[in-house]
């Protein structure tokens, strides 16, 4: 004989499950099985008779009593009428059954094929919601930075179109220094208008940042290449390294310096948009550049030091032949 399910079987949770859990647990089963949904009622009067209980401190602390003594208590424990009770949608009191779908919509759902939960949750019927307030939808519009004006920041009059009005209105945008690309500007008020006294949406202008030809974005760091011939390389030298500042500082190279050796300069990168008064580091990778052509002198030159090199260069290659 199958064992009788308990309420914490038919949440699908753990008896020691938190609240949080439990209401977690619930919320995604109603999601799927209220009748409204197409789901199951059989099923949705279930797991809302667990829910009563389990989420009620004093009815889950009865309930776990009986449960340690070896008994299941039947439908009728959460005091919901008896199996004869009328079926309604309120026998469980915390749940906001509108935010409920509404959120599960706003969250990708396709399932519920767009019906308006909140017409049966809350919502009044269809005079109450053609009255209801409703807050105007969003308007996006992309705005073009260049490289310079993302780091040091800029102003810049945007003109856009309201397309349920068709009016046309000017607004100036404060692009801030650090702006990065896809970065978003939110301006309250001044999207589409609202209906029946709702309050505006908003304006999003999205930045869209021109590439640098020296410098590289990642966040609020800035990475840059700085190419070195062979024998700044072997010898070590100083050098200057532009700042995206337009400052340069200088940037001494120990001799022996390896291709691809990066050195990190604090606070010399681009701000950070997402924490005032913090700057990014200036990361800088060195290239070693060989000549492609020598002069005669210039190979003799070398020529007589490859003879004179001792050093065994390839050794970990070597000893695997």
Same mark, same amino acid.
């Given at each position: ?36 949904? +197409? ?5 949705? /009067?279930?797991? *809302? ?9 004093? $009815?889950? /602390? ?11 208590? %039947? ?8 199996? #004869? ?12 059954? *509108?935010?409920?779908? #509404?959120?599960? =919509? ?6 519920? !094929? ?21 807050? %105007? !939808? ?14 040091? !920041? ?28 896809? !970065?978003?500007? =939110? ?8 209906? #029946?006294?709702?309050?505006? %949406? &908003?304006?999003?202008?999205?930045? *869209? ?8 974005? &990642? ?39 390896? &291709? +691809? ?14 924490? /005032?008064?913090?700057? %990014?580091?200036?990361?800088? /990778? ?10 005669? $002198? ?24």
């Amino acid at each position: 004989m199958a064992t009788k399910r308990n309420y914490y079987d038919v949440l699908g949770v753990k008896r020691d499950a938190s609240d949080d859990e439990i209401r977690r647990a619930f919320r995604k089963l109603a999601a799927k099985y209220h009748p409204d949904a +197409g789901g199951d009622e059989k099923k949705f /009067k279930e797991i *809302s008779e667990a829910y009563t209980t389990l989420s009620n401190p004093e $009815k889950r /602390k009865e309930y776990d009593q009986l449960l340690m003594f070896g008994g299941i208590p %039947g439908a009728d424990f959460g005091g919901s009428g008896g199996r #004869n009770r009328t079926y309604t949608y309120s026998n469980v009191g915390d749940v906001d059954w *509108s935010e409920l779908f #509404n959120n599960v =919509r706003g969250a990708g759902g396709e399932g519920f !094929g767009g019906f308006d939960f909140s017409s049966i949750f809350g919502g009044g019927g269809p005079g109450a919601r053609a009255n209801r307030p409703q807050r %105007g !939808g969003d308007l996006t519009t992309t705005i073009q930075v260049t490289a310079q004006e993302a780091f040091t !920041g800029a102003t810049r009059k945007v003109t856009y179109r309201v397309p349920s009005t068709g009016e046309t209105q000017t607004i100036t945008v404060k692009i801030p220094a650090g702006a990065v690309d896809g !970065g978003k500007l =939110r301006y309250h008020g001044r999207g589409e208008p609202g209906i #029946n006294g709702g309050e505006r %949406g &908003d304006l999003v202008i999205v930045t *869209s940042v021109a590439e640098h030809p020296l410098f590289k974005r &990642d966040g609020a760091d800035v990475r840059m290449e700085l190419p070195v011939s062979m024998y700044e390389a072997a010898l070590g030298a100083t050098v200057e390294v532009p700042t995206p500042k337009g400052e340069n500082v200088r940037l001494k190279i120990p001799a022996g310096t390896q &291709d +691809g050796k990066i050195f990190r300069f604090r606070d010399l990168g681009a701000p950070d948009v997402k924490h /005032k008064g913090r700057m %990014g580091a200036l990361y800088v /990778k060195i290239r070693v550049k060989v000549p492609t052509s020598l002069s005669t $002198k210039e190979r003799e030159a070398l020529e007589a030091l490859r003879a004179q090199d001792q050093r065994a260069y390839r050794r970990d290659v070597d000893r695997y032949e």
